[in-house]
T-cell receptor
Framework: KNQVEQSPQSLIILEGKNCTLQ??????????LRWYKQDTGRGPVSLTI?????NTKSNGRYTATLDADTKQSSLHITASQLSDSASYIC??????????????FGKGTKLSVIP | ETGVTQSPTHLIKTRGQQVTLRCSSQ?????VSWYQQALGQGPQFIFQ???????GRGNFPPRFSGLQFPNYSSELNVNALELDDSALYLC????????????FGPGTRLLVL
């Protein structure tokens, strides 16, 4: 069964600090991995998307890494801001030949940035 | 703002009732996917519509059904509501069925009493 596991479940950090969120997956064959930010009660917003051949992808203060051999990804947030408080969801898409629309979502890491 | 809209924003129903949720896709997009997100969980894929045809379905019973219209807007219908159907229902649109990026709407929060 395709699974996506995220850690930690929740995280509290001080404004201005950095943090790293982890994602392990068992989806195979693998097409791409995405990180989404979801504010409470809102729809997810895409941050980064990486194919199996990419190791890193940045979007402003967000940097995602991918190790397709160990099936691990991380999302690093630099110089956190209060507006970064949200859930961060790791989403894995199987190989397009198997139907890439069937995305597998992790449960998310709930990040709280405090002043 | 992604350009994907959903209505209503909130809804309260009682067990056994039927509900219809609506989604307008982003301009130029012909594919709509529906997801159910229970509290504290990641979204679960319900089904996808591509050019008015169902293009794949997750592990949901037949009482979850959908439609896509010629303008690519979509409806999610749930019959015989159960308490466990209480969740945030998200729709996402994309330019084509296997498009890498899906744009999510704000969701409809359904509470079943």
């Amino acid at each position: 069964k395709n699974q996506v596991e995220q850690s930690p479940q929740s995280l509290i950090i001080l404004e201005g600090k950095n943090c790293t969120l982890q994602c392990n997956y068992t989806v195979s064959p693998f097409s791409n991995l995405r990180w989404y930010k979801q504010d409470t009660g809102r729809g997810p917003v895409s941050l980064t998307i990486m194919t199996f051949s990419e190791n890193t992808k940045s979007n402003g203060r967000y940097t995602a890494t991918l190790d397709a051999d160990t099936k691990q990804s991380s999302l690093h947030i630099t110089a956190s801001q209060l507006s970064d408080s949200a859930s961060y969801i790791c989403v894995v898409s199987p190989n397009s030949g198997a139907g890439s629309y069937q995305l597998t979502f992790g449960k998310g890491t709930k990040l709280s940035v405090i002043p | 703002e992604t350009g994907v809209t959903q209505s209503p924003t909130h809804l309260i129903k009682t067990r056994g009732q039927q509900v219809t949720l609506r989604c307008s896709s982003q301009s130029g997009h012909n594919t709509v996917s529906w997801y159910q997100q229970a509290l504290g969980q990641g979204p679960q894929f319900i089904f996808q519509y591509y050019r008015e045809e169902e293009n794949g379905r997750g592990n949901f019973p037949p009482r979850f059904s959908g439609l896509q219209f010629p303008n690519y807007s979509s409806e999610l219908n749930v019959n015989a509501l159960e308490l466990d159907d209480s969740a945030l229902y998200l729709c996402a649109s994309s330019f084509r069925a296997q498009e890498e990026t899906q744009y999510f709407g704000p969701g409809t929060r359904l509470l079943v009493l």
